[in-house]
């Protein structure tokens, strides 16, 4: 065909950086999150993604310590969470705008009402460091539960942008095939997959723990093949000081942390193919150059939004309203001055 015919698609570059937080440290990491985007901007990245609680830290003490021994952790991760809108958020979105990159990372998200609730969130910014998503783990996994709450359907959103639509799950939302299905029946083209830098499952020498390495390459694999989709997957990394700062000098603890299966973060193509060399369980950047349009093609084959599906058959429905703790109803129309909500706007 001649040159210029037809619609032209995003080609770009996306690095994943597999790095891990300054454990518990929402400035110090903010800061390794700029030195370390500033290096993916020397290798052309348009993209850059980090892993999921980037800042400041997966609550990895879930898996190792009984609930009456976590409170110390639990509230220094509360204090050193993110608040959406807040002062922190626009560091974070300052960094997109100076390297001139989209930005991707994970954080612990706190609230300006509860004292004590925290998602799991993934934040994606434009190159201006405008907030374009944030996503919410809709479902906390396993012994996470004991740090996060559940977040909703508002969040369950794919944005369109330069580079194409993208969309994000956090770690075990990718096992789940309605979320996927959700994001792939938006148009899909381009997902962002988070993940951890440890997840123990079983104690030491028994069978049948859980290989996170293993895990996350199935999943990010199984994803980019069904939907047809690029898939950037950014894990973190449990460091010296992180398992440390756990084990609190129990040799046993920390052993089981050091012997954990590692992370490894990846890029796939729309067959389901590393597209990247992979790095797996130490601090490294995956660089790969994505074309949009190189999904067309395999959609030949299947097409699970589209004609290879029957939606006179099956049907899925996403509720999208936010949760909220309080819905104003019958609103009095004068209030005492210390009552007075300058938020609100009425029914």
Not at 121 to 135: A, P, Q
Not at 202 to 218: D, F, H, P, S, V
Not at 265 to 285: D, F, H, Q
Not at 289 to 299: F, H, P, T
Request: contains cysteine.
């Amino acid at each position: 065909m001649p040159a210029g015919s037809g619609d032209v698609y995003p080609k770009f570059r996306a690095v994943a950086v597999q790095a891990a937080p300054v454990f518990l440290d929402r400035d110090a990491t903010i800061k390794k999150m700029d030195d370390l985007t500033m290096k993916a901007k020397e290798k052309g990245a348009d993209i850059v993604v980090f892993g999921e609680a980037f800042v400041s830290a997966f609550p990895i003490w879930n898996m190792v310590y009984a609930p009456v021994d976590q409170h110390e952790f639990f509230r220094k991760l509360f204090e050193n969470s993110v608040e959406i809108p807040g002062p922190h958020l626009k560091m974070i979105g300052e960094v997109a705008r100076r390297h001139n990159v989209f930005l991707s990372v994970g954080i612990n998200e706190k609230g300006p009402i509860s004292m004590g609730a925290m998602w799991n969130t993934n934040l994606l910014f434009d190159r201006k460091g405008r907030l374009l998503s944030k996503h919410q783990k809709l479902v906390p996994t396993w012994a996470e539960k004991l740090t996060w709450a559940r977040g909703d359907g508002s969040t369950l959103r794919v944005v369109q942008t330069e580079l194409g639509r993208i969309g994000s799950l956090n770690c075990g939302e990718n096992t789940n095939p309605l979320a996927r299905f959700a994001m792939m029946a938006q148009g899909e083209q381009v997902h962002i997959a988070t993940y951890p830098p440890a997840w123990p499952f079983k104690r030491m020498g028994l069978a049948g723990n859980y290989n996170l390495t293993e895990a996350i390459r199935i999943r990010s694999a199984a994803h980019s093949f069904e939907g047809k989709v690029f898939n950037i997957v950014s894990s973190c990394i449990l460091d010296g000081d992180a398992i440390d700062q756990v084990s609190k000098g129990n040799p046993d603890i920390k052993e089981f942390l050091e012997r954990a299966p590692p992370p490894i973060s990846l890029i796939l193509g729309p067959t389901g193919e590393m597209i990247a060399e992979p790095v797996i369980g130490k601090e490294g950047m995956v660089v790969a150059d994505i074309d949009v349009a190189q999904c067309i093609e395999q959609k030949q084959a299947h097409d699970v939004v589209g004609y290879y599906n029957r939606f006179d058959v099956f049907r899925f429905e996403v509720n999208f309203a936010p949760n909220a703790p309080l819905l104003w109803k019958n609103v009095p129309e004068k209030w005492p001055e210390d009552l007075i909500q300058p938020d609100y706007e009425g029914e």
